[in-house]
């Protein structure tokens, strides 16, 4: 079966700073991963996915994560925060064999300081 | 593209009546998907369907709630009687099933549901 854990519900930094947002997948199958911001009031949307093409995958307004299988993981980074990007932050997990059913982690609330 | 068009965007009931949300999915994708959202629950999926099939509906969580598609373009979730409990921002969510994006998840603007 898969599940997603995000480590840590908030996340606050200060505007300029490093944003690290973590994320732990389980999958019994060749996963595919995803982040979704989802802003106030908003539904989600994709930020970016890995789809085994290539293990650092680059998205939209600066972010990126990467998947490193023998850890699990597919932790979200950006290197300097802007305010915009106060959000919350969803990882997500699918597979073909689950019909393109997507299962999302509890979500991280990123907060940024002037 | 319109994007997933739900309504209504906001709903206010009593306890005991009946409620219809509505899902306009994007033209062409073949899945689509209802979530709901709350702060002590986070986002569950409660039912999704492929090419108008319901594949899972595990996650609807009583016999009150049902859901429905009967073409391609339109999809609803009914809520029969309604509680407060049901209080919820209520997602659909399409997904391609084809192409570059053929697993990415498209979500509609929500629709905000009170029950007093």
């Known amino acids: 079966a898969q599940s997603v854990t995000q480590l840590g519900s908030h996340v606050s930094v200060s505007e300029g700073a490093l944003v690290l947002l973590r994320c732990n997948y389980s999958?019994?199958?060749?996963?595919?991963l995803f982040w979704y911001v989802q802003y106030p009031n908003q539904g989600l949307q994709l930020l970016l996915k890995?789809?085994?093409?290539?293990?650092l995958v680059k998205g939209i307004n600066g972010f990126e994560a990467e998947f490193k299988k023998s850890e699990t993981s597919f932790h979200l980074t950006k290197p300097s925060a802007h305010m915009s990007d106060a959000a919350e932050y969803f990882c997500a997990v699918s597979d073909e064999a689950g019909g393109f059913k997507t299962i999302f982690g509890a979500g991280t609330r990123l907060f940024v300081k002037a | 593209d319109a994007g997933v068009i739900q309504s209504p965007r906001h709903e206010v009931t009593e306890m005991g009546q009946e409620v219809t949300l509505r899902c306009k999915p994007i033209s062409g994708h073949n899945s689509l998907f209802w979530y709901r959202q709350t702060m002590m629950r986070g986002l569950e999926l409660l039912i999704y369907f492929n090419n108008n099939v319901p594949i899972d509906d595990s996650g609807m969580p009583e016999d009150r709630f049902s859901a429905k598609m009967p073409n391609a373009s339109f999809s609803t979730l009914k809520i029969q009687p309604s509680e407060p409990r049901d209080s919820a921002v209520y997602f659909c969510a399409s997904t391609p099933g084809e192409g570059r994006s053929y697993n990415e998840q498209f979500f509609g603007p929500g629709t905000r549901l009170t029950v007093l």
């Open positions: 890995y789809t085994s093409a290539a293990t």
């Open positions: 999958s019994s199958v060749p996963p595919y």
